[in-house]
């Protein structure tokens, strides 16, 4: 090899027994770092969260050299599929004004919540997850999972959400125009609690961004790198990803890199 590189031996053997320098020692301490966040986060962040994450731990190192440093490792965040709409509009029930406008912003929780429903496959049969999401600090309040598209499984993820939060009268709950959000049994329950009840415009999903980017996220970093053998097996999974993960782990970008949970903490005024 030294011949063909044309390197003395004395000169590589100088070259091998060299110590490392500083710069390179604190960027194998760099990589080190980089990969315990990358695995705590399941592969799953790309380079801005990791540098936030380790910026928070103390070490300074810029966004750019995370990037470059994740590239040199072969490190990649989870990439994102096209996105399929799943409303069924197609029915005859009243339908409510959008009240939000594409106003995505709350100043305080528990006064605007957002809801959407999407499919899961699994290998047993198809799941569908309703999620009822809390504008302020973008935190999954209620949830649920169910084998049927009925409009049960909205209203148990709501009645889930009303017992954690306990929000006072005059909540606003936006979703789509599907049939289980329009139907009597969920309109009563809205009436029931003094909520008022907000629509999207027919067939536009920028509407409701932020539950449809909820369910971009969830698809992205769990379902499409999972396989569920059967639906007890994308429950637990679900169940952890929302409970644990997304509300208690993953730093939001549009709450300044805070966790939904370390931003009502920091944020709420009473």
């Known amino acids: ?82 996105f399929r709409v799943t409303t069924n509009s197609g029915h005859k029930y009243p339908v409510a004004d959008n009240l939000l406008q594409r106003n995505f912003t709350s100043d305080r929780p528990n006064r605007v919540w957002v809801s959407d429903i999407t499919y899961v496959w699994t290998h047993q049969g198809w799941l569908y997850l309703t ?38 009268e005059g909540l606003i709950v936006h979703s789509d125009r599907g049939v289980q959000y329009a139907c009597r049994g969920f309109t009563e329950m809205l009436d029931h609690h003094g909520f008022v009840q907000s629509m999207s415009r027919k067939g536009d999903c920028w509407d409701n961004a932020v539950a449809e980017s909820f369910f971009k996220t969830i698809k992205t970093e769990l379902i499409y790198q999972n396989t569920f053998f059967s639906r007890d097996q994308a429950k637990r999974e679900i169940f952890e990803y929302i409970e644990s993960y997304y509300n208690g782990i993953r730093r939001h970008s549009t709450l300044g890199y805070k966790t939904p949970i370390q931003f009502e903490r920091l944020k709420y005024v009473a």
């Not at 302020?136 to 954690?164: N, P, Q, T, Y």
Request: hydrophobic residues 40%; positive net charge; charged residues 30%.
């Open 131 to 168: 999620v009822f999401i809390d504008l302020f600090s973008r935190s999954v309040v209620g949830w649920s999972i169910s084998a049927s598209l009925g409009h049960e499984m909205v209203v148990k993820a709501l009645k889930r959400a009303v017992g954690r939060r306990q929000p006072p």
């Open 1 to 82: 090899m030294c011949r063909i590189l044309e390197v003395s031996r004395s000169g590589y053997y100088a070259w091998f027994r060299r110590p490392l320098s500083q710069r390179e020692l604190d960027t194998q301490r760099l990589d080190l770092e980089i990969k315990a966040v990358y695995q705590a986060h399941r592969s799953r962040p790309g380079s801005p969260k990791i540098a936030f994450e380790l910026q928070e731990r103390g070490i300074k190192v810029s966004r750019n050299r995370v990037a470059r440093r994740m590239r040199r490792m072969g490190l990649r965040a989870c990439t994102r599929r096209r």
